[in-house]
């Protein structure tokens, strides 16, 4: 079991910049891929970004391309997501998820562990 938990959510204007983090606990973390995806109300679940466990590979929604990045540190089990230039559709509850290492799209087979989510509001 992998246990999940988000932070660093919060409003900020249109244009500015905020950091999601998610720290893991439970299994064997650098072998786990790790990302996020996003809720807007009224609206079906979005990819956000995907870090591959080693780190040398991500992936990035089409929607946060240029504007967001995934990192991860494998020696604290943390997972960060730096959102740059956030406009109103941004707007969403953001969470964090992990599953084994594999090469299917989370597109396709979401991943097995969420966090709760954080909640991040950009005002125009």
């Known amino acids: 079991q992998v246990q999940l938990v988000e932070s660093g959510g919060g409003l900020v204007q249109a244009g500015g910049s905020l950091r999601l983090s998610c720290a893991a606990s439970?299994?064997?973390?650098?072998?786990?891929?790790m990302g996020w995806f996003r809720q807007a109300p009224g609206k079906e679940r979005e990819f956000v970004a995907r870090?591959?466990?080693?780190?040398?590979?991500?992936y990035n929604g089409d929607s946060v391309k240029g504007r967001f990045s995934i990192s991860r540190d494998n020696a604290v089990n943390t997972v960060h997501l730096q959102m740059n230039s956030l406009q109103p559709e941004d707007t969403a509850v953001y969470y964090c998820?992990?599953?084994?290492?594999?090469?299917?799209?989370?597109?396709?087979?979401?991943?097995?562990?969420w966090g709760q989510g954080t909640q991040v509001t950009v005002s125009s």
């Open positions: 998820a992990a599953d084994q290492t594999r090469a299917t799209s989370w597109r396709i087979l979401p991943p097995a562990y």
């Open positions: 439970g299994r064997t973390f650098s072998r786990y891929d």
């Open positions: 870090i591959r466990w080693s780190g040398d590979t991500t």
